[in-house]
């Protein structure tokens, strides 16, 4: 089991930028693909970024303002959020798989004032 625990959201007006957290309870491997979703009002669960070895990949709408990080020896994965927009309103959890299970953290609530 892999308790994954978010951190770093809150209120920030438009345009400026939010760095989000996630520490996981136990060892994640390189190749243990760590991700970040978000989910809006009203909206499904959407996929953000995820990070595995040294690959990255970025959903369209956040591709060029958002970077995806690792810290391995940490055991976490981190989400910098520049110029972000009132769409980006959501809250953002943390995901990691490993040894075929899929782990999930509660959430922080990112909100984007215009």
């Known amino acids: 089991q892999v308790q994954l625990v978010e951190s770093g959201g809150g209120l920030v007006q438009a345009g400026r930028s939010l760095r989000l957290s996630c520490a996981a309870s136990?060892?994640?491997?390189?190749?243990?693909?760590m991700g970040w979703y978000r989910q809006a009002p009203g909206k499904q669960r959407e996929w953000v970024a995820s990070i595995s070895g040294g690959n990255t990949n970025y959903a369209d709408s956040v591709k060029g303002r958002f970077t995806i990080s690792r810290d391995n020896a940490k055991n976490t994965v981190s989400l910098e959020m520049n110029s972000l927009k009132p769409e980006d309103t959501a809250v953002y959890y943390c995901?990691?798989?490993?040894?075929?299970?899929?782990?999930w953290g509660k959430g922080t609530l990112v909100t984007v004032s215009a």
């Open positions: 995901n990691v798989r490993q040894y075929g299970v899929e782990y």
């Open positions: 136990r060892s994640i491997f390189s190749i243990n693909p």
